[in-house]
């Protein structure tokens, strides 16, 4: 970035807030105060088109602040990279799994401290679990499949489960499950107990404060403008290499692009796919895209009375042989990957893209005949305007239109704004959709939304009792979240995925990659779909 | 002692003209067929009657609307606007942050207008059919027709990114610190504590921005006034200025751009006006976070505490604006009376 010139520090943001508890937060002034005089290793500027709506763990899933919450809170576990197959201890040094697969016992790690000096302990790990859990907010379900949670020792955590279920360990890397100093925070409002959704007022504090044990601290955030996170120097893993990362609020990609070719910015984090193609090649940026989890399909509606034809399988199958998939992948952006059935590629058991319906438009038009339906004419519900993860929808709307009109299905156009759009599409009365699921977390399970009478599933008003092969697939995907053998629990998925491909009334498009570009002098920058950038791993040279 | 009337009439009407832009917002904003829970509520949350029953409660959307209205006005009565669902913070707290830095902007982008466009319409009419007529012309046709978004990011990649002559984008260089706020304005606020690099820093990166934005109101300035000035300049009384021996500098200062003004005036109400409301193109471009990007983001999310907080801001503005613009005539035309 441009030279340094004259560094000053932000003045913290102070929300409304008791006096109590003002002591407890001396370390974090003098940590802070430390990190403010010396600023050796360098400062990151991270372009970023801020998603932050809160900075409360408990409160949010958006993806810049699951990023913060990774780089100010540790998890029990955690992914490397942009792994999401093989969760790694951080915390939790180890754990052990009980035979009914019920009941996981964590080995609590010793030495790791939160800003003010404490020693993390099971208790604090009890009461953040316990405060997402009974907050009740956006993140609570991350919690839904447990019972009970205990502390055997301070070093020793226990969580009973409702019934097996094998993607605990994954769900546990969600930076919203993050750690907190649980004495800091009850002192500032924070409560825990079950009655937590009236009686917790920590998100004040928690937006201007990170009482975590993660490599960085919140030292500053305004909404609208930029987040500065200053290195832990007590972090148990070892100090981070950079001393300041500056995130900046810039919602623009083109902005972003240029701010990254000229070095005023160190990491451009939401780039378009027209940008990182006008960066590559440009001296001294890198550009990259990462696998994203997020999937994108169309879904039709089986309630006759909502989706007239598109309620008809024969027509459903002709939807799935009618689109020119290529041709929609190129829309999709570099490094797009066809989509074959519900499970994002990033995961075991997903079927591979060779695997995929091939584009057939003789057959769809067979299809049809077969089905007597000629002339199909329907209403193509969908966020106009969307952009998400690079991909522009408005002319992959367009093509699918036109693809389909080539085997004499007519769609009419029904764009409307995102947030009407979510509505619709979880209102269960669009007659067919585009639309995309983000996975929450890192675990083929999160996918099970879409098996009849789930959440996507139902929102298609598919029904466990519509077909024999939806009495199956719901049978094959109740074993499978439940099943604690690593090799059953794949062939099951395959299983899942190949009866969604065949017989649901969703048709799988693709999942795209994400663009991303950093300075030729950055290092370690990886991107991870669940949190975007881990800026731990990060460092600069020179 | 009518002046003082007058100004007392019009600050007792603002409360009532407030209301009722407020009513309006609350009503339009509740008449978008959609629930803000899920622009805020995550889909599986969405999916919880618990989870959304709490945030609900929390924001205060499962009372009756009437009841909502009212809890809303009885807050704003106590100077309380509520709190952004989107920020999580109280909304004065974020039109505090954002306000200052649109006037910024707009107060800049206005003096841009009217130092080019007044004299430049002012030449083109003087000296009507030459090449200053032309030029003039040719700056308003393409002030008033050129698309804002499409001039912001050409200026940005001529200026900053080719030739850089002009800063990043955003208030301030990234390591430059935010003066202590007493306005909220950059520069002022720099300059009053005494922070010259600081000052300079932010007028270094108000210019861009301030240039673009200023464009549409140069052309409509420029044209309005040289439009005003043909049809003054063929009036009787200006005919016997000249007559009568005045210097022509004095006839057309002095008699004939008093005259042309008062429209213009008008226009510049409204143009200043638009700009505070805030730009929204402009700001999304440049990363300067003031108004508009916040209305845009409050409208798009259904955050009816910002819809509402930015309505009434936005609507006491236009009406300071108006009154300022009313009591500027009467001080230019004596024939207009206020009150």
């Not at chain 1, 802070?32 to 088109?49: D, H, K, N, R, S």
């Not at chain 1, 466990?464 to 059953?488: M, V, W, Y």
């Not at chain 2, 300071?320 to 009467?330: K, M, N, R, W």
Request: glycine content about 8%.
């Amino acid at each position: 970035m441009a030279g340094l010139g004259r560094i000053g520090r932000r003045e913290l943001l102070q929300g409304a807030a008791g006096a109590a508890g003002l002591s407890a937060l001396g370390g974090f002034r003098n940590l802070l105060a430390a990190e403010g005089a010396a600023a050796e290793g360098g400062t990151l500027v991270v372009g970023e088109g801020f998603d932050i709506t809160t900075l409360d763990p408990a409160r949010t899933l958006d993806l810049t602040s699951c990023m913060v919450h990774l780089a100010t809170y540790d998890t029990l576990v955690t992914f490397a990279g942009e792994d999401l197959k093989t969760p790694k201890p951080l915390l939790a040094s180890s754990w052990h799994i009980s035979r009914d697969g019920k009941t996981y016992t964590f080995a609590i790690r010793r030495g790791a401290k939160f800003a003010t000096g404490r020693e993390l302990s099971a208790d604090d790990v009890k009461w953040s679990f316990d405060r997402v859990k009974n907050v009740k907010g956006i993140a609570a379900f991350l919690m839904d499949g447990v019972d009970a949670i205990a502390v055997r020792d301070p070093q020793t955590l226990i969580i009973q489960l409702k019934a097996p279920q094998p993607s605990l360990i994954p769900i546990l890397a969600h930076p919203s499950l993050g750690v907190l100093d649980s004495k800091t925070v009850a002192e500032r409002g924070g409560n825990a107990s079950p009655d937590a959704k009236t009686l917790d007022h920590a998100e004040q504090f928690l937006n201007q404060q990170s009482p975590g044990t993660g490599p960085f601290i919140l030292q500053s955030y305004s909404p609208s403008n930029e987040l500065v996170l200053v290195r832990n120097t007590n972090y148990w893993r070892g100090t981070p290499t950079l001393a300041r990362i500056r995130l900046r609020n810039i919602q623009e990609p083109a902005s972003q692009q240029l701010q990254i070719e000229r070095g005023d910015i160190d990491v451009a984090d939401t780039l378009g796919h027209p940008q990182a193609a006008a960066l590559r090649g440009r001296p001294n940026v890198v550009v990259k895209t990462s696998p994203s989890a997020t999937t994108f399909w169309i879904a039709m509606n089986m309630d006759p009375t909502l989706g007239g034809p598109f309620a008809n399988p024969k027509v459903q199958q002709a939807v799935r042989y009618a689109l020119d998939y290529n041709g929609i992948l190129k829309l999709a952006g570099a490094g797009a990957i066809r989509l074959a059935g519900l499970l994002s590629p990033s995961f075991p058991g997903a079927l591979p893209a060779s695997a995929a319906v091939k584009t057939d438009q003789n057959k769809a038009r067979a299809l049809l005949k077969e089905g007597g339906m000629t002339d199909v004419h329907g209403k193509f519900s969908y966020p106009s305007g969307w952009v998400r993860y690079g991909v522009q929808i408005d002319p992959i709307i367009q093509k699918i239109q036109s693809d389909l009109a080539e085997v004499g299905i007519k769609m009419d156009l029904d764009g409307s704004p995102i947030v009407t759009a979510k509505q619709l599409a979880r209102s269960g009365k669009a007659q067919f959709m585009l639309y995309s699921w983000a996975a929450d977390y890192a675990d083929q399970d999160d996918y099970l939304v879409f098996l009849p009478g789930r959440l996507v599933g139902a929102r298609a008003r598919w029904t466990p009792d519509s077909s024999p092969a939806a009495q199956e697939i719901t049978r094959l995907g109740h074993e499978a979240e439940t099943e604690t053998d690593d090799r059953k629990r794949v062939a099951l998925y395959q299983k899942v995925d190949r009866l969604f491909a065949d017989s649901s009334p969703f048709v799988p498009l693709f999942v795209p990659a994400v663009p991303y570009a950093y300075r030729g002098n950055v290092r370690g920058a990886t991107y991870n779909t669940m949190w975007e950038l881990d800026l731990y791993a990060i460092n600069k040279q020179g | 002692m009518r002046l003082a009337a007058y100004l007392a009439r019009r600050v007792l009407l603002l409360p009532l003209l407030l209301a009722g832009v407020s009513l309006l917002s609350f009503v339009l904003s509740h008449l978008v067929p959609a629930d803000p829970t899920a622009a805020f509520i995550g889909p599986r949350a969405a999916g919880d009657p618990e989870i959304v029953a709490a945030f609900k409660h929390e924001w205060g959307l499962d009372r009756p609307l009437p009841q909502q209205y009212a809890i809303y006005l009885w807050k704003l009565a106590h100077g309380d606007m509520g709190m952004s669902i989107a920020t999580r913070r109280p909304v004065e707290v974020d039109l505090r942050e954002r306000f200052p830095a649109t006037v910024e902007l707009a107060v800049t982008a206005m003096a841009i207008a009217v130092a080019v466009g007044l004299p430049l319409g002012i030449l083109a009419a003087v000296h009507r059919r030459g090449p200053v007529d032309e030029a003039a012309r040719i700056v308003s046709l393409l002030g008033v027709s050129m698309p804002v978004f499409w001039l912001g990011l050409v200026a940005i990649i001529v200026f900053y990114a080719q030739l850089g002559w002009a800063p990043a984008p955003g208030r301030l260089a990234g390591d430059v610190s935010s003066p202590r706020p007493i306005t909220g304005l950059f520069v002022t606020d720099a300059l009053l504590r005494g922070d010259l690099p600081t000052a300079l820093d932010a007028l270094k990166h108000l210019v861009l921005p301030a240039l673009v934005l200023s464009f549409y109101s140069i052309g409509s300035i420029t044209r309005l006034m040289r439009a005003t000035m043909l049809d003054v300049l063929n009036e009787d009384y200006v005919r016997t200025a000249r007559a009568k021996g005045l210097p022509r500098p004095a006839v057309i200062v002095r008699h004939a751009v008093r005259n042309a003004f008062i429209p213009v005036l008008t226009l510049m109400g409204l143009n200043f006006g638009n700009l505070l409301a805030g730009a929204v193109v402009t700001e999304t471009v440049f990363s300067w976070p003031g108004l508009g990007q916040y209305a845009f983001q409050a409208a798009s999310s259904l955050d009816f505490p910002a819809i509402m907080g930015v309505g009434m801001l936005i609507a006491a503005t236009y009406l300071t604006i108006s009154l300022l613009v009313d009591l500027t005539y009467a001080a230019i035309d004596p024939r207009v009376r206020v009150g």
